[in-house]
């Protein structure tokens, strides 16, 4: 086994960051995810689960779907896995835990959680759109202890608290 070198941020041939990615073999033929318009701050991600037959999720059903990559992320970054809008809008298709969170020392596949919230079966084929990925810088905090924190205006009002 080879070790990889320490990732370093660096701009791709389209003047974003360098993200490795490994395709694994049941995602060999699949796109790799792509933002979708010029603005878009997610890349679609496919779902790379076998092409003989389509995967039904019923109705309250939820299940890991495979996309059929492993990314590097360069330190001090993480890939956040949100649902698509037009599924959730549609067929309230989501990710069950939104925003999934891809750590820069995962090397695993990228899965997704969906969960199926509409009333009807949904049925997922191979190459389907199924989540986006966005890439955020982390702020990684260091807790201080302290006697009392200082007054605002909410103070300690919690859910519901500034209106409706």
């Not at 997704?112 to 955020?136: C, H, K, M, S, Y």
């Amino acid at each position: 086994m080879t070790r990889m070198a320490k990732a370093q941020p660096q701009a791709s041939g389209e003047g974003g960051l360098a993200v490795q990615v490994r395709m694994l073999p049941h995602g060999q033929d699949l796109p790799l995810p792509s933002y979708q318009s010029e603005g878009a701050a997610g890349m679609d991600l496919a779902a790379a689960i076998g092409g003989d037959k389509p995967l039904i999720l019923a109705p309250g059903e939820r299940r890991l779907i495979p996309t059929g990559l492993a990314i590097r992320l360069p330190a001090g970054f993480e890939a956040q896995v949100r649902p698509r809008s037009g599924l959730a809008a549609r067929f309230g298709i989501t990710v069950l835990n939104a925003p999934g969170t891809i750590d820069a020392d995962y090397r695993g596949e990228v899965m997704v959680l969906l969960i199926n919230l509409g009333q009807e079966p949904f049925t997922l084929q191979r190459g389907d759109r199924i989540a986006q990925l966005v890439i955020q810088p982390v702020a990684r905090a260091r807790l201080e202890i302290c006697a009392e924190l200082d007054a605002t205006l909410r103070g300690d009002g919690g859910f519901g608290s500034t209106g409706r």
